[in-house]
């Protein structure tokens, strides 16, 4: 286990120095969200029920579910293509550990860039984003980031089974927005597709995001969207793991550790 | 113990062609292949490209599963313990691929220890040990994109050591060195069998591999067709000698001819530039000039030398081509 905890620690210590270095990614991770900021509170600041804290969390909300699904996807594959999945499947540390950290490495930087963007934007148009409920609130934001990322290193061996398989996951970018209720509530949809949401990680990380910051979500109701982000996250966490066994049998018995 | 077995390895790929109706086809990697190492041998694979070098080699680093046939290292079984393999080994794949380019050698390195748990405190301490020992030092805190194919070797190499394993896999270290490098890195390689390793280096290299090994393995489409010291390996052709012949457009109905040759051994083609080099192994030396030269009838003949078979020339005789 202390073996893992070093490889998840020192892989989310790597990709951090990684993005940090890159001037692109890092126009990206700034600029994207401080335009998506900038782009929502002129839209929306003429209308009179307007909250900026909620618009902020519901972007927000957006750019990380993108970083995690992208990441996710493209985990395993990219250090295949840079040569280095041979080298991490050779070392002792389990591949499972070392994706996690890449993945938690990449939620970090665009947590930390999205905060700054949004705290940029407010500031220009003379907003104060206010948290009703700060304790919940940070308690929620913890809980709503393992969940997603739990989502995502579930998602980086299913993104590698087939490629029809990272197709269907990439589709799933834009729906997750609206079925996850990041922008607007989910009341406002069909109610057949309300299930749908109700088995979504991401839907109960906006519930409990959006819920704190207004202050309208609190005791036991609160307690239940905690208790169901981190029972979502276990599960993700487990399911992960013979996913993770079974590619990288696959990916030995077929040769596809490398390109050639 | 033997620090490897290999036991009727077979491996096969399965690779798929044709883009609207998908062909499937079974590449044979590895026919048939057994054999041992010994603790603390330096022992060289050679082979022709494709012979099935780098497949041997990953098989016995966990990272492919053979087809049929058992593989252990250090008494592991690759399949079932390669929790107990990956730790104890070390491997490079020669090549520049397979390192984090945006960071610096030494957070390469730095990252590597952590994945090899290396004791925390000691980390720093064998970075530097090892930058030290292939040269780095001084450019380890610059980015890799911009080190040169044989500074990336090198950290490769570095890599390979970080956890001090006892069993090393080097898949051509020097491909692509230039002649210093390629020596510097020959030089490390016997430190490192002096003090103790076992090493299995594959290389297209002959003088390489007579210079280093203590036993050569030659593979030849997946199989084993030659095992020995080098000086048994030289043996195979110790009363033969060698006629080099430049000849210009030389065809298969010539090679033919030659072959059919009573007094020839082999014949390898060599292309260059605008003219063939005609390797002839035979035990008549100069005396087989004449008939060569007759048989070759109109070609157009420019140079001719003799010489004594070298173990580049068994090699030759026995994967029946050049490289
Ligand atoms: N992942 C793979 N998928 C399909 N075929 C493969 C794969 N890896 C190797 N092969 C095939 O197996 C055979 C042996 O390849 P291998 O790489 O072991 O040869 P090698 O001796 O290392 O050659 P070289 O000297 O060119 O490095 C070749 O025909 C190669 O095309
Ligand atoms: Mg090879």
Redesign the pocket.
Known sequence: MRRELRAFSASTRLWLRYMAVDRFMLFCAFVQPFFIAVTVMYMLHHQPQFDPVYVVVGSALTGIWSVVLFDGSWAINSERFQGTLELLVGAPSSLYAVIAGKLAGGMAFSVTSMALSYAVGAWLFGYSIVVRDVPAFAVAFVLALIAIGALGVLIAPLGILARSVRQFLTVLEHPIYILGGFLFPVLLLPGWLLPISYALPPYWAAVALHGTSSGELSGVAFAEVCAVLLLSSLACFVLAAPLFRLVLRRARVE??L?L? | MPAITLDHVRRV?R?STGVIRRKRKD?V?LEDLSLEVGEGELFGLL??????????VKILTTLLIPTAGRASVLGYDVVRDARQIRPRVGFVFGGERGLYYRVSGRDNLEYFAELYAVEPRRIRVRVDELLDLVGLRDRANERVEGYSRGMKQRLHLARMLLHDPAVLFL??PTIGLDPIGARELREAVERLHAAGKTIVL?T?YMFEADALCDRIGV?NE?KLVALGTPEELKRLVSDKSVVELEVYGVGEEHLARLRALDFVDSVAVERRELRELLRVQTALGERAVPRLMASLERLEVGRVSVREATLEDAYVRLVGKLE
């Open positions: 040769g596809t490398s050639t | 790929f690779t590449v990697a082979g022709p490209n494709g012979a099935g070098k780098t497949t041997t898949d051509e594959t297209h593979i997946g």
